[in-house]
């Protein structure tokens, strides 16, 4: 029988070389995971050549029937996960949800107001090149620039001089709790609608160890992949609102914005959530914090400076502008010693995006292979040495050492066995 590798000889090994990638390499880019095989398993179904225009019971197309218990689940679950009445499972992404939420509750035009990108925000909160930037009058809010965290006053006198349409919680770099009850009545006093963006965060919400904010949002998004540990994907969550206000949402995503739901991925966000159910996620997700925690506590001891001091979920930002390299540089000399980090930018910035004078990393794929707070330490004492040598021109010689010893460690905690 056919097989990828005879088929397919150069797409075989370029699979090979990246399994070979994620098993050596320690991967510490806050926004990814390793998904469990049986929810990469379940995509490779024959769900994927089902069209499932509509919503289970509602479809465009006959022969929805299983597909409907895949998607039921979902939804089911993702409630039950959450706390929450209402559960939107078809967003192909994080993307699509945010732009769904954007279509369902606003006119192009209005005033919106999103975390600064520069600062921890995403590009779907308001970036000039993304849809949300060309298509609304974004005001950002951001940190204090002394500690580094969200600055509520600030953001309050905003909304009240700009009066938005709707106020965005959520990042993509910030180590610290949001609070949500604080953002709610903000919103309420500026007469907005009040969403949040959770994707980062999602997995930690799930096991209780970061403020849900269902209870106070009046629609929440998420990504499924990263520290919910799923298939790609996004979803849209809600309330305590009116049906409506649901129906709004289930017509943003589709016709809105989507065509045909991808129903294999949809039955790996019930797989995914029914893991994410189970004590043993809590107690990874309890982990994740502990590790990062741990990692921000060997930065800090060997002189590197954590934005806002600290970390409280499963990332932190290190702040590199008093140091002779950028971001970037650090990015590649870790890189070159098998640790994968992402270059970020520092709040006031004064290097564009691509450069930066700073690093984000985060604890959610060394947590799922199975490292704990001694290997986590470990491993940023690694970097430690690897940004040390950087400085002192050293860092080709440091790399190769550090990477025999990351492989080393790797190996002893299989991704896939
Ligand atoms: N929202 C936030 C806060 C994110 O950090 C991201 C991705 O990094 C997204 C949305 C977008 O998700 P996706 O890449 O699935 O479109």
Not at 15 to 31: F, N, P
Not at 62 to 72: F, K, P, T
Not at 245 to 265: C, E, N, S
Not at 353 to 363: A, E, M
């Amino acid at each position: 029988s056919l097989t990828l590798a005879t088929f397919d000889p150069e797409l075989a090994a370029a699979v090979l070389r990246e399994e070979r990638r994620q098993e050596d390499h320690a991967e510490l880019i806050a926004s990814e995971n390793y998904a469990s095989p049986l929810v990469m398993a379940i995509q490779n179904t024959v769900f994927t050549n089902k069209y499932a225009e509509g919503y289970p019971g509602k479809r465009y197309y006959s022969g929805c029937e299983y597909v409907d218990v895949a998607e039921r689940l979902a939804i089911e679950r993702a409630k039950a996960l959450f706390d929450c009445d209402y559960a939107n499972v078809q967003p192909h992404a994080g993307a699509q949800a945010n732009a769904a939420v954007f279509l369902a509750l606003t006119h192009p035009g209005d005033t919106v107001m999103g975390m600064n990108l520069a600062q921890g925000g995403h590009l779907t909160h308001g970036n000039p090149s993304n849809f949300s930037g060309r298509h609304y009058k974004i005001v950002p809010y951001g940190l204090d620039p002394e500690t580094g965290l969200i600055d509520y006053d600030e953001m309050e006198r905003i909304a009240l001089d700009t009066r938005p349409r709707m106020l965005i919680g959520g990042f993509s770099a910030y180590s610290r709790y949001k609070d949500w009850a604080r953002m709610r009545s903000i919103a309420d006093k500026a007469g907005a609608i009040f969403w949040v963006d959770m994707a980062h965060v999602a997995g930690l919400v799930a096991a209780s160890e970061y403020p849900n904010p269902l209870p106070h949002a009046h629609v929440v998004t998420s990504t499924t992949h990263k520290t919910l540990r799923g298939p790609r994907g996004g979803i849209i969550l809600a309330k305590g609102q009116d049906d409506g206000f649901y129906r709004k949402l289930d017509t943003a995503v589709f016709p809105g914005i989507q065509g045909g739901p991808l129903m294999h991925v949809i039955a790996a966000k019930a797989v995914a959530f029914k893991e994410a159910l189970s004590p043993a996620f809590k107690s990874y997700q309890r982990q994740v914090v502990v590790n990062a925690r741990a990692m921000a506590a060997v930065l800090q001891r060997r002189g590197y400076r954590i934005v806002s001091g600290g970390t409280d979920n499963h990332l932190m930002l290190i702040d590199l502008s008093n140091k002779p390299y950028t971001g970037k540089e650090a990015d590649a000399a870790l890189s070159a010693a098998y640790i994968t980090a992402n270059k970020n930018s520092v709040p006031n910035d004064p290097r564009s995006p691509f450069v930066t004078s700073g690093l984000r990393i985060g604890t959610p794929a060394v947590t799922t292979r199975g490292f704990g707070a001694a290997e986590c330490e470990d491993l940023a004492g690694w970097l430690c040495d690897v940004l040390d040598a950087l400085e002192a021109g050293s860092s080709e010689q440091v790399a190769g050492r550090i990477r025999e010893q990351v492989v080393a460690l790797c190996r002893r905690h299989p991704v896939y066995r």
